[in-house]
């Protein structure tokens, strides 16, 4: 019989001689899978004879199928009911079940009910031709809490207007979330340890400094916040201090790098050449380290700062999870400079570049000719130079003179940079003024 036939509800065929009779009735279904015996009985209604029919099913060679089920390692009980999708390659159903943990499955949705490691399975229970087939997937199911901030100005009252971002302590923007009045939380927060950054705005936060919890300017001296349960903080702003005043300002705008991330540094990804916004710059005195001026970068990426006094700085970006020698480059500013423009190119390694695009100076300059090409593979020609014959010294990025050569005024000059690594350098007098003419060497 073929393997395939259902022999519970089985009809025989069997031919008996005329006249005589056979119980049970052959037109009568029967169970053949135990033996069955039929009696049939002769014309004389005398004699008779027992047949023990056994009904055989041909051997069913069933072919495996394989289950295809992916699953997170790591889920937040506030990504609960997550979404379970697996497919089979028979192309049949697969169904799901919660081996061990704290969870259950709702409509094909796992749901998430306490810390705990849960063990999933996927499974198809296959068919007369079709093997079983099962897959178990394991995921560290961590808790969700939430965290209230009451974020208060120097003097101790509410925080008008602020943005607050909550970043991985590795790195990583997790959540941004605007507030007013003091008053800020964030929800669903999955355990882990993390920075919180408070970024004043609107009008009457003017005279308050970006902070970090608990109350600092730079990520990498901000108070650990381990999140394991609903926590209540308090936090108080930095003020800013009386700043040296001048005439100096600087425009910019920090973008993305060509073929580069920022997923760490904000929530979602810009295109190459995209402003980045709410990046907060400071302005560092070179020797003190002391801040001369802050700002946070819009919606474009643009910032300024304004009402510079000359001197020797440090332009920084401060971006929790990076080292801030990845987002820091040394920026003089001169008497000479009233006004640089800058472009910072930016991806979540750090500082890829920059570019001192636009210089504004005064007739205090000692250096004050046209220099070309600009980049340069080695050689430098300087032209339209009509002072005095000085010595100029050529500066590396960290400081270091790396060369010296004679200006005089000649109608063209060469200055040979082969030797010279690849990089940004800048042109010093000998009376010690800097003046930003930036060469890259490439």
């Not at 069997?14 to 009779?21: D, M």
């Not at 001026?293 to 510079?308: I, K, N, P, W």
């Not at 006094?309 to 999870?321: K, V, W």
């Not at 004050?368 to 009509?386: A, K, M, R, V």
Request: proline share 4%; charged share 20%.
């Amino acid at each position: 019989m073929d393997g395939l036939t259902d022999i519970r509800n089985l009809v025989p065929e069997i031919e008996i001689s005329e006249g005589a009779s056979i119980n049970p009735d052959s037109n009568e279904a029967m169970d053949f899978t135990e033996t069955v015996i039929y009696t049939v009985t002769a014309q004389d209604g005398i004699s008779s004879q027992d047949w023990e029919v056994t009904v055989d099913k041909a051997t069913i060679v069933k072919e495996d199928q394989t289950i295809t089920f992916n699953l997170p390692d790591t889920l937040s009980q506030a990504q609960s009911p997550y979404p379970l999708e697996a497919t089979s390659s028979s192309g049949l159903p697969v169904k799901f079940s919660v081996e061990s943990g704290s969870a259950s499955i709702l409509n094909n949705n796992l749901v998430l009910t306490n810390e705990s490691i849960v063990e999933v399975k996927a499974f198809q229970s296959g068919n007369d031709t079709l093997n079983s087939a099962e897959v178990i997937k394991t995921v560290t199911v961590i808790g969700a809490f939430n965290i209230s901030v009451d974020v208060l100005r120097p003097d101790d009252n509410p925080l008008e207007e602020g943005l607050a971002k909550l970043f991985h302590v590795n790195g990583g923007l997790f959540q941004r979330v605007e507030f007013t009045n003091g008053e800020l939380s964030f929800r669903n927060v999955p355990s882990d340890d993390y920075i919180l950054q408070i970024i004043p705005t609107g009008s009457q936060t003017l005279g308050i400094f970006p902070t970090y919890y608990a109350n600092t300017h730079f990520n990498k001296d901000a108070s650990i916040i381990r999140v394991n349960n609903d926590l209540n903080l308090r936090m108080k702003m930095k003020a800013k201090r009386g700043e040296a005043k001048g005439n100096g300002q600087i425009n910019g705008q920090v973008v993305k790098s060509e073929e580069s991330s920022t997923s760490r540094i904000s929530i979602g990804d810009q295109k190459s050449g995209e402003g980045i916004s709410e990046l907060v710059i400071y302005l560092l005195d070179e020797s003190t380290k002391e801040i001369v001026s802050v700002a946070v970068t819009d919606d474009s990426g643009a910032f300024e700062m304004e009402e510079l006094p000359q001197g020797n700085y440090e332009f920084l970006i401060d971006i929790p999870g990076l080292d801030q020698a990845s987002t820091t480059f040394e920026l003089p500013f001169e008497e000479q400079m009233i006004e640089l423009s800058v472009t910072v190119y930016l991806n979540e390694s750090g500082i890829v570049d920059f570019d001192i695009s636009t210089v504004l100076g005064n007739e205090n300059t000692d250096l004050n000719f046209n220099l070309y090409p600009n980049p340069t593979s080695g050689i430098l020609f300087i032209n339209d130079y009509f002072g005095r014959e000085q010595e100029v010294s050529i500066i590396s990025s960290n400081g270091a003179v790396v060369k010296i050569f004679t200006l005089n005024a000649e109608q063209s000059q060469e200055v040979d940079l082969t030797e010279l690594d690849e990089g940004v350098y800048y042109l010093r007098s000998e009376t010690g003024k800097l003046s930003v003419f930036k060469i890259i060497k490439n």
